[in-house]
Nanobody
Framework: QVQLVESGGGLVQAGGSLRLSCAAS????????MAWFRQAPGKEREFVAT????????DYADSVKGRFTISRNNANKMVYLQMNSLKPEDTAVYYC??????????????WGQGTQVTVSS
């Protein structure tokens, strides 16, 4: 079982930066790939970024490549999403998610409650 709590969301102007944090608890965190998703009003939840269990591999949605960076600290059971050059279309609720134990991302088996990111133009 993994519990996830996101923080770091807020209101920022276009072109600005935010860093989201995800605090995890549970014995299997260090063995699980992690990901960030987002959901804008009236839209389906979409994939943003994922990172392998040891941080050795990452993958990003095309819409955020070159602007967002996912990272993790297994000793502290934390996952981060550094978001730079933010655009109004990045406005959404951002969710941290964990996969069941395994080296790479497979599916979201655990979700956090989400944190709101609003980018003003």
């Amino acid at each position: 079982q993994v519990q996830l709590v996101e923080s770091g969301g807020g209101l920022v102007q276009a072109g600005g930066s935010l860093r989201l944090s995800c605090a995890a608890s549970g014995r299997t965190f260090g063995m699980s790939a992690m990901a960030w998703f987002r959901q804008a009003p009236g839209k389906e939840r979409e994939f943003v970024a994922t990172i392998t269990w040891n941080g050795g591999g990452t993958d990003y949605a095309d819409s955020v490549k070159g602007r967002f960076t996912i990272s993790r600290n297994n000793a502290n059971k934390m996952v981060y999403l550094q978001m730079n050059s933010l655009k109004p279309e990045d406005t959404a609720v951002y969710y941290c998610a964990a996969s069941s134990p395994g080296p790479v991302w497979r599916s979201a088996d655990y979700w956090g409650q989400g944190t709101q990111v609003t980018v003003s133009s």
